[in-house]
T-cell receptor
Framework: NAGVTQTPKFQVLKTGQSMTLQCAQDMNHNSMYWYRQDPGMGLRLIYYSASEGTTDKGEVPNGYNVSRLNKREFSLRLESAAPSQTSVYFCASRQRGLETQYFGPGTRLLVL | KNEVEQSPQNLTAQEGEFITINCSYS?????LHWLQQHPGGGIVSLFM???GKKKHGRLIATINIQEKHSSLHITASHPRDSAVYIC?????????????FGTGTRLTIIP
């Protein structure tokens, strides 16, 4: 039981490049989340998906798109990376009816 | 102003000391969470509570709903407790789907 997995662990991009961050969970959870974590700030919600086939914007969605491919997988895409998107990105999942979220190990992204 | 605030931002203590980290929130909540983030970056949930007190080993979490305040205590602190401790809340106006996070407290325990 791997829990929540994320790939890649670390990525360097040039401004304007695109990339997709992958997230998968094997706990059969309904809800999945993408957060970013920046120094001096709390985790901020980018997008979330309450169930397969649905996605909703969070606090900081600009510059990102998401896909809930199936119940297991929730990907985050940066179409045209900007230095302001340099951050650590966390994926999380939650079972409906329970409040606890389970986090992936994070992806460290550097945009030059 | 963040709806969930923590104090202190940084805390350094000697091994064995009793540690208290505070969290206050400004609006109604359905649940309050304490999470731990180790230097390697991984985040794990320690407690979820909506009233009273919970204990797990040397960690104790309390919440006072009327005062909109929660505390995380660590008894007999150890260097392996060094981590960032994060408070988060399910705000009533956001339902259970979203968490609002504090900025974290960096705890360093010196041997």
């Amino acid at each position: 039981n791997a829990g929540v997995t994320q790939t890649p662990k670390f990525q360097v991009l040039k401004t304007g490049q695109s990339m997709t961050l992958q997230c998968a969970q094997d706990m059969n959870h309904n809800s999945m989340y993408w957060y970013r974590q920046d120094p001096g700030m709390g985790l901020r919600l980018i997008y979330y998906s309450a169930s397969e086939g649905t996605t909703d914007k969070g606090e900081v969605p600009n510059g990102y798109n998401v896909s809930r491919l199936n119940k297991r997988e929730f990907s985050l895409r940066l179409e045209s990376a900007a230095p302001s998107q340099t951050s650590v990105y966390f994926c999380a999942s939650r079972q409906r009816g329970l409040e606890t979220q389970y986090f992936g190990p994070g992806t460290r992204l550097l945009v030059l | 102003k963040n709806e969930v605030e923590q104090s202190p931002q940084n805390l350094t203590a000697q091994e064995g000391e009793f540690i208290t980290i505070n969290c206050s929130y400004s609006v109604g909540i359905s649940a309050l969470h304490w999470l731990q983030q180790h230097p390697g970056g991984g985040i794990v949930s320690l407690f979820m509570l909506s009233s009273g007190k919970k204990k797990h080993g040397r960690l104790i979490a309390t919440i006072n709903i009327q005062e909109k305040h929660s505390s995380l205590h660590i008894t007999a602190s150890h260097p392996r407790d060094s981590a960032v401790y994060i408070c988060a809340a399910n705000l009533l106006n956001f339902g259970n789907e979203k968490l609002t996070f504090g900025t974290g407290t960096r705890l360093t325990i010196i041997p």
